[in-house]
């Protein structure tokens, strides 16, 4: 009778930092061996005594490298099909109702936290009948936004707002499945290779080898934040749906301890950033250009890292033993009821990130339903070798045309880059002291000059601190 125990798999972790040498053991800085960057040895008599032991499995480990700098967007495809699939579970009211309000010009100032917080309430008119249902999915994407607001000052606004809007579905629930893909995809060995080392490329951001990565929750503040609540005029209700107090992106360490950040869901906060994603999101050549909403911080700036990011709690996605033994179940399923034994530590993961927090009823449906397309699609395009053909470094943008570029905020970033993270402190520090004096002295203003005139006050603040400091070094003096 043949056998029926399923193969023996394990999980191939990465080294998860450098305080012990590979050879020696003693707990000392530690360098990678170059080649294989999957051990570490504290000199060159160490790594040389142990190059007889290491040599085969070095030789084997060397894979090559899936750098996240270029491979970042498939993550974004991963979280804009899962919303997708949100979007199609839950009828979102701002998606069966058109906009009756002009709300450009309807925005308020209001300090939060250090932050500059723009709160826009949308007006919502009555829902649609079947028939207008029916028409509304008839038309093209570009005119369906302008009927949807046909107050929009241009249609570019409009279209801008749908896909906000349609992004608002679920941030915690389209993370989970995206790093759970990763996960199974490339660090899962599931029995079935042939050789003695299944192809791995190892995770990389950069130069620097990626020791862990998974989900982190905090707070999402950024200059000129906005928050966007409804109104459903008819039934005088007011709702809100995101919160970037309760805010979730995916997390990725080095073994340097370099942390980076991925974040797909801070478009509905007014952080227009999207990447080029068209041949990670197809397969067929030519395929129409397609940009997604993405923040890669990667790890050349890792000084600006957590900028905007107030970190709370992060949970490990490679490192949790029960996501790895449904990685490996998720690698060697065959039929849905084998498909439920990821599904159910998936479910069980999401209330320990989420902390227990009430949630509606499609954010776990979409969860189980975007896993394995998730998974799937991140296997495809490395098991394929595609992501070596994608670009060194991956495409980003704002949006053209959006409001991050006619507000100013475009400064505000160029600055940070220029005088570093204090910067942002200070930015913070001065935001509140002048958010008092807005009310009155900016009446009737438009966002673009208080924008500029903040702005400038900001870097004479910058310039007063420097000369302080000159002064104190005792440089600066003329002779």
Not at 99 to 119: D, H, K, M, T, Y
Not at 184 to 200: C, E, K, L, M, V
Not at 306 to 314: H, L, M, T, V
Not at 454 to 477: A, S
């Amino acid at each position: 009778m043949a056998s029926s125990s399923k193969p023996k798999w394990k999980v191939l972790l990465p080294i998860e930092n450098l305080d012990q040498c590979h050879y020696c053991r003693k707990k000392v800085k530690s360098r990678l061996c170059s080649s294989c960057i999957e051990v570490a040895y504290c000199g060159r008599e160490c790594q040389s005594a142990d190059w007889k032991n290491h040599k085969a499995a070095c030789l084997r480990s060397q894979t090559g490298k899936l750098d996240l700098d270029s491979f970042f967007p498939i993550f974004a495809c991963c979280i804009r099909e899962t919303h997708a699939i949100a979007q199609s579970m839950f009828d979102h009211p701002a998606l069966s109702r058109d906009i009756i309000n002009s709300f450009e010009q309807q925005r308020e100032l209001r300090p939060l936290e250090g932050a500059l917080v723009f709160s826009r309430r949308i007006d919502l008119g009555p829902k649609y009948d079947e028939k207008k249902a029916k028409h509304v999915e008839s038309l093209s994407r570009d005119n369906r936004a302008i009927q949807w607001w046909p107050k929009a000052s241009k249609p570019t606004k409009a279209l801008e707002l749908l896909e906000k809007v349609e992004s608002e579905h679920g941030i915690l629930s389209s993370v989970i499945p995206a790093a759970f893909a990763l996960l199974a995809a490339n660090f899962i060995d599931d029995g079935t290779s042939q050789s003695a080392a299944p192809h791995r490329p190892h995770l990389v951001a950069g130069k620097y080898p990626i020791a862990d990565f998974g989900i982190a929750k905090g707070v999402f503040r950024t200059p000129f934040l906005e928050k966007v609540r409804y109104r459903l005029v008819p039934e005088n209700v007011e709702i809100q749906f995101s919160n970037p107090d309760d805010h979730y992106w995916i997390y990725f360490t080095t073994v340097q301890g370099v942390t980076a950040i991925l974040d797909c869901n801070c478009y509905i906060y007014n952080w227009d950033g999207l990447a080029e994603c068209t041949n990670f999101w197809s397969t067929e050549d030519n395929a129409p250009p397609c940009f997604f909403p993405a923040r890669w911080t990667g790890t050349m700036m890792n000084c600006l890292t957590n900028i905007g990011y107030e970190e709370r709690a992060r949970f490990s996605v490679l490192r949790d033993p029960a996501l790895q033994e449904a990685a490996a179940s998720l690698r060697t399923y065959k039929n849905n009821e084998e498909l439920m034994v990821p599904a159910k530590v998936l479910l069980e993961f999401f209330d320990l990130v989420s902390g227990g927090r009430p949630t509606l009823d499609y954010e776990k449906k979409s969860l189980l339903r975007a896993f394995e397309r998730n998974y799937k699609m991140v296997r495809n395009r490395i098991e394929t070798k595609a992501y070596l053909k994608y670009p060194k470094r991956a495409i980003q943008m704002f949006n053209p045309g959006s409001e991050i570029e006619e507000s100013g905020k475009m400064m505000v970033e160029k600055d940070i880059l220029v005088h570093g993270p204090d910067y942002f402190k200070d930015m913070m520090k001065v935001f509140n002291k002048i958010q008092k004096e807005l009310p009155s002295e900016f009446a009737g203003v438009s966002d673009t000059q208080k924008s500029m005139e903040l702005m400038g006050r900001l870097r004479e603040r910058q310039e007063e601190k420097k000369k302080g400091k000159g002064k104190k070094k005792g440089k600066g003096k003329k002779i």
